[in-house]
């Protein structure tokens, strides 16, 4: 690994994004051509080996036939091709014991009018009999789609995931990923009542949310301890790029699912943090989506409502579209405003069998208070904030468009993909600060002394990941190769200023509820950051009998600029480095796959000290090891891991100052130690549960703390959520929801002279279906969710700044499912 300045890497830069883009436009050109090609034949490559004679053994309970197929595809690795409309409100069979797959599906089907054929050996043909006035019946002809497809294949199942494209940038098993995945679905989402992303991944192995607090202000997101939010939050597999201050935010309501990949993915992804990163899925056009309106009432008194309506844009199904919808106004548990206005339409075009093309765009607007910081006072935290509710806001707009083009070529085994997505945002917030000269606690602590403070930045970013998949066979090993290049960009226009210590902002202890009321301080530092990167990588996917192995490098290039248009100085940072994953997994028939696993990370710093000197990147590795489970014949997923995570040149938030601003310090080489178990499981028609535990011992071992542990990171967290609905008997239409979360405690500074108390959270909901009052009420629901039920309000203070957990929040949800 290297990193060198000015004029040797001018060199470099020049080389590599010549060939980058000469690479990138030929790609996109490329693609852009097959993309207008109609091709009628699919050169498809199944991985199923499994003819219709072989014997598996099922325990698919009778359900609705949808779901049941699902799971009866998953189980065979069939294909399935059928009219999702003509079999919506049927109901299977009860299917147990040894069959095959020609006898499953006779048992399967058997009373639902529905007959099937296999066209070839690993695919199946479903079609409905639909019964006229008379006696005679006819077969109506089957509009075939996928059951298997990356759309809905990827996407979990109730609450369980079993692949996902995250781990390998190409849709694996997980069963068959040697690397530690955690899935949220999207119906695990919906019965939660999830508000944020921080909400979503709550019950989520590894991940913590409460680093700073509750601070509906950005999706705060912690994997193995490292901060995925800022350098490793991604939607669609392309990262959400973040300025100086701010950051994209996601609605939890415009995604299919959450997908936390844990470990480096550098090899991949390139300059991601060593924890992981989380991907966002993206609700697209697909044949299994449903419609729904809703609206919603918190004991906050915020209302909320939405849509999400799919619109088939040709008979045919070659064009078809989604719009999802939300408007939120009101506050938060802790009286922090928090809304939101957001509108995502979708376009998806499949012109044949060969060609995908979706294109989908994003516009947002968010407005919030711009400082959740707590009063701290000998360290006592009172229950007021730093700055003032009347004073501060924070306002960003946000607008993102892009494409997603698959092509497979005819008579050879290649995929061709690109990817590719330009972003926008521009943000404006003003807040009060005791934390500058002359600030803090004043005339024996009655009095708090603060200054006003004003952030503008407006941020554009464009990227595209260029791919080409090959699947290949050496004697009795298979290949799937991926190799990449992807290109990243990003400038920001960013204004900083203060106003120094004003009178009329001074909180008075003895009338904390003063209104306050000023004027926006004039900016006073003036920087244009620019960031490049572009990534060269091929990774092969090689299966041998139950072996599963992989391989991965990368190569990237990356420059960051800053530059005071007021002094016109600043500083240029150049950075090479190469990164590697290896893995090997061994698949079981039964349904066990232990693996081993090794990564390494790198990631160039954003920060800079005190002295406005950027810091040096940071280099981490991971030794993993584990074992998934995936049981035959019951619907759940079941992941334990062990892992050993370095990573140098760690920087932590130091300060501020009027010179430089935020400012940052490198506290060394940090050590995690860390064990997972976490689990998900459909156990009946009724019940669905999620379960997980965490095990993560962090310590500084190089640097000025060494010894130490790093700030508020929890050695165990704990929850787990079940969730039950009645299907039959006097509780018809029924389901409750109940959940319980645990953090550990935690040190609150560097030194360790400071802890944070440990704390419970409880959840919980409870919801009526009025279809099963009548028909005439399908679809339409009522739920009432609990979060933070007690009221707990832990604090959490980091390095001086002192915050709450998101209090206690009551939401009833109105929704119409069609």
Not at 448 to 468: C, G, I, K, M, P
Not at 722 to 749: M, Q, W
């Amino acid at each position: 690994m290297q990193v060198r300045q000015a004029g040797e890497a001018g060199l470099i830069k020049g080389l590599t994004f010549g060939l980058a883009r000469g690479v990138s436009l030929a790609a996109l050109a490329a693609g852009l051509v097959v993309a207008g090609a109609t091709n009628n034949a699919k050169a498809q490559q199944q991985n199923a080996t499994e003819s219709s004679a072989t014997v598996f053994e099922f325990s698919i309970s009778s359900q609705d036939l949808n779901q049941a197929l699902l799971t009866f595809a998953d189980q065979t690795n069939l294909q399935l091709f059928y009219d999702v409309d003509r079999v919506s409100g049927l109901k299977s069979s009860a299917l147990t014991g040894a069959h095959t797959p020609d006898d499953a599906l006779k048992i399967l089907l058997s009373g639902s009018g529905v007959t099937y054929r296999f066209t070839d050996e690993n695919t199946v043909s479903l079609s409905k009999l639909e019964t006229s006035d008379g006696d005679s019946s006819t077969v109506i002809d089957p509009v075939y789609v996928e059951a298997n497809t990356q759309n809905t294949d990827d996407l979990a199942h109730g609450y369980v995931a079993t692949r996902s494209s995250a781990g390998t940038k190409t849709s694996t098993p997980l069963v068959e990923t040697a690397k530690s995945i955690s899935v949220v679905s999207g119906q695990e989402m919906e019965d939660r009542a999830v508000a944020s992303i921080e909400d979503a991944v709550a019950y989520t192995a590894g991940v913590a949310t409460n680093n700073y607090g509750y601070d509906p202000r950005f999706d705060q997101v912690y994997v193995r301890g490292y901060p995925v939010h800022i350098y490793g939050d991604y939607r669609d597999g392309l990262r959400q790029m973040t300025g100086v201050y701010a950051t994209f935010r996601t609605e939890p309501y415009s995604l299919e699912q959450l997908e936390i990949v844990k470990g480096p993915t550098a090899a991949l992804y390139g300059q991601t943090t060593p924890g992981g990163l989380l991907n966002s899925v993206t609700k697209r056009p697909h044949k299994d989506a449903h419609n729904n309106v809703y609206g919603r009432f918190t004991n906050t008194e915020s209302y909320e409502g939405g849509f999400d309506y799919n619109l088939g844009l040709s008979e045919n199904g070659e064009w078809a579209s989604r719009f999802v919808g939300l408007a939120r106004y009101g506050e938060t548990s802790n009286d922090i405003q928090d809304d939101r206005q957001m509108f995502a339409p979708t376009i998806r075009w499949q012109p044949n069998a060969n060609t995908d093309l979706t294109v989908y765009t994003l516009f947002q607007h968010d407005e919030t208070d711009a400082s959740a910081t707590l009063l701290n006072l000998n360290g006592a935290i009172l229950d007021y904030r730093t700055s003032d509710a009347d004073y501060d806001y924070q306002k960003q707009d946000q607008f993102q468009v892009g494409y997603e083009l698959t092509h497979d070529l005819n008579n050879v085994p290649v995929t061709l993909a690109q990817n590719a997505r330009f972003g926008y945002f521009d943000l404006e917030a003003r807040y009060l600060t005791g934390g500058v000269t002359g600030g803090g606690w004043k005339n024996s602590n009655t009095e708090y002394h603060r200054a006003a403070q004003a952030v503008q930045e407006t941020l554009w970013s464009a990227q595209v990941d260029n791919q080409a998949i090959t699947t290949f066979e050496t004697g009795n090993v298979k290949h799937e190769v991926l190799t990449g290049l992807d290109l990243m960009y990003s400038q920001s226009d960013y204004r900083f200023g203060s106003s120094g210590v004003l009178g009329d902002y001074t909180f008075f202890l003895n009338n904390p509820d003063k209104a306050i009321s000023g004027t926006t301080p004039a900016y006073t530092t003036f920087d244009d950051v620019t960031y490049n990167q572009s990534g060269l990588y091929v990774q092969d996917q090689i299966e041998l009998g139950n072996w599963r192995l992989n391989g991965g490098v990368r190569f990237d290039y990356a420059e960051r600029k800053r530059i005071s248009r007021l002094t016109n100085t600043g500083s240029t940072d150049y950075n090479t480095a190469t990164t590697f994953n290896a893995s090997a997994l061994y698949a079981f028939d039964n349904g066990v796959s232990p693996y081993v696993s090794w990564g390494t990370s790198f990631l160039p710093s954003t920060s800079q000290d005190s002295e406005g000197k950027m810091l040096t990147p940071t280099e981490g590795e991971q030794y993993e090891v584990g074992v998934k489970y995936e049981p035959v014949g019951f619907d759940s997923f079941v992941t334990i891991s062990a892992y050993r995570l370095t990573e140098d040149n760690v920087a932590r938030y130091a300060g501020y100052s009027s010179s430089v601003g935020s400012y940052y310090e490198s506290i060394g080489k940090l050590e995690s130690r860390g064990l997972e178990v976490e689990g998900t499981a459909n156990v009946t028609d009724s019940l669905s549960l999620v379960a997980n535990f965490a095990y993560n011992n962090a310590k500084i071992v190089k640097g000025s703390y060494r010894g130490n542990t790093p700030l508020v990171t929890p050695e165990k967290t704990a929850s787990t959520w079940a969730n039950y609905t009645f299907h039959d008997g006097p509780l018809s239409g029924f389901g409750i929801g109940a959940g319980v979360r645990y953090t550990d405690s935690t040190y609150a500074n560097y030194n360790n002279t400071s802890k944070n108390k440990p704390y419970t959270l409880m959840d919980a909901a409870i919801r009526y279906d009025f279809g099963a009052v009548s028909n005439k009420f399908e679809g339409l629901s009522l739920a009432i969710n609990g979060t933070n039920l007690t009221d707990k309000k832990a604090a959490i203070c980091n390095n001086g700044y002192c915050y709450q957990n998101e209090g206690q929040t009551i939401a009833a949800t109105l929704k119409y499912d069609w």
